[in-house]
């Protein structure tokens, strides 16, 4: 019992921080936060903050950074649930944390850059900021599940799967709001967003299953 505390100890400072990223989220910008919440159900946030968007935002930056701990958290249950194998040592949690946080920062600025090549600036902005905002709700999300996993038990792989599956729709829900607002531009543009969406957002997690596999990690 001693050593499954302590193995969860690195876990519990990772969930206090995440939390205190939400709670500053909160408190400094409580209206915005407000609209946040109901993100899903309700179009309000998207509408009244996709024409103040800005490319370094302190409100999305801190539960960017709440997103990627808890990515970082739910991808070692996932290996655990599926191998058996604990990784709850802080050098590879925090390889794990830099690699997701380099890999969706890396991802956001070759979006804007093909953006601007394919001369869709605006739209793409857009649309990134609306995906981002379904991320950093699965962020919100996260939270207690990745909790309820490492202090209960461990998920068998079919409540992994269906959790996976359940974060799909949530931003497959993203992407359809974000065709509908847009709708007019993407006719006109849809032959370079479907090269984006081939090579932004389809091949960059083709890449990664391949190297998994070659690594037999998966």
Request: glycine letters at 4%; aromatic letters at 16%.
């Amino acid at each position: 019992m001693i050593r499954i505390a302590e193995s969860n100890e690195i876990f519990t400072i990772l969930f206090v921080i995440g939390l205190a990223l939400v709670a500053m989220a909160k408190l400094f910008y409580s209206k915005r936060f407000a609209n946040f919440i109901y993100l899903p159900g309700n179009s309000k946030y998207l509408l009244i903050h996709t024409r103040d968007q800005k490319f370094l935002d302190r409100f999305d930056a801190l539960l960017f950074s709440n997103l990627v701990i808890s990515i970082s958290i739910f991808l070692t249950i996932c290996y655990k649930s599926l191998y058996g194998q604990s990784l709850t040592s802080i050098d590879i949690l925090m390889k794990i944390i830099v690699a997701v946080a380099s890999f969706i920062l890396i991802k956001v600025l070759l979006e804007r850059l093909i953006g601007s090549l394919f001369g869709i600036d605006a739209l793409i902005d857009d649309y990134l900021f609306q995906k981002t905002s379904y991320k950093n709700y699965l962020g919100l999300l996260l939270i207690p599940l990745n909790a309820f996993f490492i202090y209960n038990q461990t998920p068998a792989e079919i409540v992994i799967l269906i959790t996976l599956v359940a974060f799909f729709l949530i931003n497959l829900i993203g992407l359809t709001v974000s065709f509908k607002v847009h709708q007019n531009v993407l006719k006109r543009n849809l032959f370079y967003f479907i090269l984006y969406l081939c090579a932004l957002e389809i091949a960059p997690y083709i890449i990664i299953y391949k190297l998994l596999q070659d690594f037999k990690i998966f």
